[in-house]
Structure formats: structure tokens, C-alpha cells
């Protein structure tokens, strides 16, 4: 189950405060996904990043932000701006060519905000 | 944006026999259809995928059938075996038409919940 890893498994804050999920992948993809699951939904996609130092919305962004200063990192922050933070939250990467590829999904956080 | 529409949401079936889910999708510049299988509490890992120049594609009990005119994919299981039981999710990506050839994000159906009766 290497190669792309997330931390914590399970994760618990108060509403109203921020909290960072980790995203770490040692396959040497350029690029990285966030997706949200809820459940009895399908993924939705939150940020994705082509390359360093850049990344794209995708459809549910508001109240999340990201950053992606290395390759290897792409970790997701959850504001307090963010309505409904309780969910589901995969990370995936991929290779980077004119085709899409395989995205290989890491093992998910379970976020839980009261 | 894109848009995936998955059926059913529950499926289930005799051990042995075989299974079928649908999905439509909305924008014809679609051009590759993975096919992702998630046991509960698990990552979702890809079984199957397709590209939009190819109608079809077989990997063992597993084949994938691509109508473009029509706009849909479907996942077929032959033989089924309990190991099957999973919830199963198609996905749609417009990759490199929009992004200058980058790496688009995957538009999700809501998932199919996949039964095996023994």
C-alpha cells in the first residue's frame, strides 16, 4: 500500500477552527489530486495541481485552500469557511502526459468536525 | 461542466451470474472512462478504463463497452464471486482539452453498491 500516503487516518476538531490534511507521494507524479466523498456520494473533486507551485479549483473549492511547494506534497486545509467539513477526504496523483492516466488514490482521512 | 449519471445504485445477484452498471455522461469532449471499485472504508482502486477511441475492452471477467454517440459506459462482470461485493464508480475526465494537454480532475458517478448473493 505504498506510494501515496495520507495522515491521519481519523481526524477530530472543533467547528470554527482550521485544520491541515497531509498528502505525500513517492511516485514520482507530477500530478496531484483532493477529493471529497460523502456518503452514498461519488467523489467530488476540490483542488488539483499539474505541476509545482501551481494548482486549479475544481468543482467544490470554496472554504478549502492547498499549496504544492515540493512534487511529493500536495496537503489539503479545510477553513472554517467550509460549511459542511465532516466527510470523507482522498488524495490521488498521476503521471502527466498528453493522455489521461491511472489516478492512484492514497487511503483517505476521515475528517469529523463538531 | 461535465456531469455522470450512474445505474443502479444497488445491484444484486447470484453468485456466478453476471452484472451490468450504466453510466451516461454529458460532454462529448469526454476521452477517457476509469471504472473504480471501493471496499467499505478503503481507497478506490481502478479495475478498468477506456479511452474515447476504443468501444470496447476485456480484462478477464471484466469488459468495458464505450458508446460516444450515445454517451454511455457500462461496466460488465462475468461469473461473479463474492469477492465482487464492493461499491463500484464510474468517471469521466476531459483531460488535455481545456488545460493545454495538463491533468484535468475525474468527474465521479454516485457509485453502484454491488451485492454477490451465494
Known amino acids: 500500500d505504498g506510494g501515496i500516503t495520507q495522515s491521519p487516518k481519523y481526524l477530530f476538531r472543533k467547528e470554527g477552527q482550521n485544520v491541515t490534511l497531509s498528502c505525500e507521494q513517492n511516485?514520482?507524479?507530477?500530478?496531484m489530486y483532493w477529493y471529497r466523498q460523502d456518503p452514498g456520494q461519488g467523489l467530488r473533486l476540490i483542488y488539483y495541481s499539474q505541476i509545482v507551485n501551481d494548482f486549479q479549483k475544481g468543482d467544490i473549492a470554496e472554504g478549502y485552500s492547498v499549496s504544492r511547494e515540493k512534487k511529493e506534497s500536495f496537503p489539503l486545509t479545510v477553513t472554517s469557511a467550509q460549511k459542511n467539513p465532516t466527510a470523507f477526504y482522498l488524495c490521488a496523483s498521476s503521471i502527466q502526459r498528453e493522455i489521461a492516466y491511472e489516478q492512484y488514490f492514497g487511503p483517505g482521512t476521515r475528517l469529523t468536525v463538531t | 461542466g461535465e456531469n455522470v449519471e450512474q445505474h443502479p445504485s444497488t445491484l444484486s445477484v447470484q453468485e456466478g451470474d453476471s452484472a451490468v452498471i450504466k453510466c451516461t455522461y454529458s460532454d462529448s469532449a469526454s476521452n477517457y472512462f476509469p471504472w473504480y471499485k471501493q471496499e467499505l472504508g478503503k481507497r478506490p482502486q481502478l479495475i478498468i478504463d477506456?479511452?474515447?477511441?476504443?468501444g470496447e475492452k476485456k480484462d478477464q471477467r471484466i469488459a468495458v463497452t464505450l458508446n460516444k454517440t450515445a454517451k454511455h459506459f457500462s461496466l460488465h462482470i462475468t461469473e461473479t464471486q463474492p469477492e465482487d461485493s464492493a461499491v463500484y464508480f464510474c468517471a469521466a475526465s476531459i483531460r488535455g482539452v481545456y488545460s493545454g494537454g495538463g491533468a484535468d480532475g475525474l468527474t465521479f458517478g454516485k457509485g453502484t453498491h454491488l451485492i454477490i448473493q451465494p
Open positions: 511516485l514520482n507524479h507530477d500530478a
Open positions: 477506456i479511452r474515447s477511441n476504443v
